[in-house]
Structures are given as structure tokens and as C-alpha cells.
């Protein structure tokens, strides 16, 4: 059984950081790109960023370009999502998913987690 589990979401001011874990387990998850999406109420569920499976490749939504950084550490079957400069429209619950391929589109995502909320205060 595929499980994807977040963790590190919470309350944070404006400008400040968090860092969001995804642990996997019962797939190969040194042969899965990894992607991290976001929805906020009322909107559709966003692409965040994804990484290759190898960790060498990596692709950002515009909004969040040099702000955050995907990572993965294989032996340890876990991607991170490290969110700095954070901003109120940054709230939203931050999702992992698994792919076979890096990519953009939440439908290309065949596994996914629950979820944690990130929230920013102004």
C-alpha cells in the first residue's frame, strides 16, 4: 500500500520559513519523480514544484521561483519542500504526489498525500 505523508506545515509570520517533509513508502521511491502542489480555499489545486528522480532536475511554478527548493534524499524515502520568504497568498494545503516522470499537471500524479496546512500571517 502507497503511502505519502506531510509534515512541517504550521503558522508562520510573513517573511519567515518552514520546511515541509513528504515521506513514502510501498513504492519505489528512487524510481519516482516527486512533485509538491498547494490549495488554497476556493481555488484549484496548484502546481508548487517537482524533482526527477534522481534529484538532478528540477522545475518551480513562477510564484514561487527563488523562494523555495525541492530536495529528495533516496536512502531516506523523503522529499522536502523548503519554503522561505514566505507571503499571506503562500496559505494554502501543500500536497506531495508521486510521478513517473517530472511534471507540471496534477493529473500526471498517480499518488498522493493528505496534506498540511501552511498558514502566513500578514
Known amino acids: 500500500q502507497v503511502q505519502l505523508v506531510e509534515s512541517g506545515g504550521g503558522l508562520v509570520q510573513a517573511g519567515g520559513s518552514l520546511r515541509l517533509s513528504c515521506a513514502a513508502s510501498g513504492l519505489p521511491f528512487s524510481g519516482r519523480a516527486m512533485g509538491w502542489f498547494r490549495q488554497a480555499p476556493g481555488k484549484e489545486r496548484e502546481f508548487v514544484a517537482t524533482i526527477n528522480w534522481s534529484g538532478g532536475s528540477t522545475t518551480y511554478a513562477d510564484s514561487v521561483k527563488g523562494r523555495f527548493t525541492i530536495s529528495r534524499v533516496n536512502a531516506k524515502n523523503t522529499v522536502y519542500l523548503q519554503m522561505n520568504s514566505l507571503k499571506p497568498e503562500d496559505t494554502a494545503v501543500y500536497y506531495c504526489?508521486?510521478?513517473?516522470?517530472?511534471?507540471?499537471?496534477?493529473?500526471?500524479?498517480?499518488?498522493w498525500g493528505q496534506g498540511t496546512q501552511v498558514t502566513v500571517s500578514s
Open positions: 504526489a508521486a510521478a513517473a516522470t517530472a511534471a507540471r499537471t496534477k493529473y500526471d500524479y498517480d499518488y
